[in-house]
């Protein structure tokens, strides 16, 4: 009877979605995928379908590394990667085309679509990022005998109050997954409180913590100077964190500065910035090659950044005094160095969480304690050396979730 009225709400509701979904800029193709429609031939059951899911950005940035790992442990195997939002599909497919047999959108959750796009797409295992539960979806894979899993898996706490107040619903629909792979403990204790089977809800820890550091074969020399490395920075950022270096550098002398905005366009505006505040400069797409004679060095060059966090001492994580929502801190981390970020750090919420706890960044309100944190890392060097161990511990402990998945996937 479920079924019944779901289909029929389907019909009811496919006309006036499909307008919604065409004004928000999404292509009729997205529409048509989004009900199961896949236009290739499809798979067979002797192909060995795995299908990934991430619903947009964050999540398909996540699981990038596992999706090539995936590719090499399994080149027999058919690889599908489904997401939920237009950004997500264009980045997936700048970034899987080459690697995945499929890029397509996950099917909206009604018995009928459902159907049809398992039909076409025909899954052996199916693993859904973070925190994507979709009832019908679940239950088909269980009467299929595909399996299901939650991997990366998270709740906030906003999420778990609103879950909890249906557990008895959610512990029904958790009994369809294969397993539940979370993020932390915590995450882990809310799939339990749900409901979910404490024999197959287990904490793998975070996929994006599984990034090597990159290769650091670059011409560049630090000497014996110190450096605040501001990364990624925007339009409006520039001038916060330049001013906060003028401050330390009154009382740090030896400091020095790379600045690296996001965008290379803004190349004339940023040295124009750095001009108005009285610095000598010089740019990397000129050949320099260190700090001397400087005291800010202008990364103008495209693939550099990465590499240049492994000289900073402390780095500033742009696009977080401003509405970006932050950017990768983990290219800071890796190289073991702590690192500020602005309070606009949703796109990287569950990373920021974690190094937060572990004391190994920081995220600050204003220009003030960007100022006031970057002082005492380079004031104390007890303090500065401890926030380096957290940094070390909290890669180690984070480390070795794509592995868990790929042993998972290997059973």
Known sequence: MIEFLSNLMFKA????????ILKKGYPQDAVNRKCGIIPEEGFQEKDNVIMFH??????????????KQARQEFPSSKLVYTTGTYTGQELAKKKFSDTVDLITY??????????????????????????????????????????????????????????????????????????????????????LALGANPQTTKK????????????????????????????????????????CFKQLKQKHPDLKMILAPRHLTRTEEVKALIEKYGFDYALRSEGKTDLDGIAVLLLDTLGELGKMYNFADVSFIGGSFNKTGGHNPLESIVFNKPVISGPSIHNFKDIYSIIKKADAGFVVENEQELYNISDKLFSDSDYYKNIIDNCKNVFAEQQGALQFVINILNK
């Open 13 to 20: 509701i496919k006309p006036i979605a499909t307008r919604i």
């Open 54 to 67: 991430g619903v947009s950005v964050g999540e398909t940035n996540a699981l990038e590394n596992l999706i």
């Open 106 to 191: 996950f099917p909206a959750d009604f018995p009928c679509v459902i159907k049809k796009f398992l039909d076409k797409v025909n899954p052996s295992v199916v693993m859904i990022a973070e925190t994507e539960i979709w009832p019908f979806f679940a239950r088909e894979c269980k009467k299929r005998g595909i399996k299901l899993y939650i991997i990366n898996g998270r709740i906030s706490d906003s999420t778990f109050k609103s879950y909890n107040a249906f557990k008895f619903i959610f512990k029904y629909f958790l009994s369809f997954y294969a397993g539940i792979f979370t993020q932390s403990e915590d995450d882990n204790n809310k799939f």
């Open 204 to 243: 793998m820890s975070n996929l994006k913590f599984d990034i090597k550091k990159p290769d650091i074969n670059i011409n560049f020399v630090k000497s014996n100077n110190r450096i605040f490395l501001a990364g990624s920075t925007h339009s409006g950022e520039d001038e916060i964190v330049l001013n």
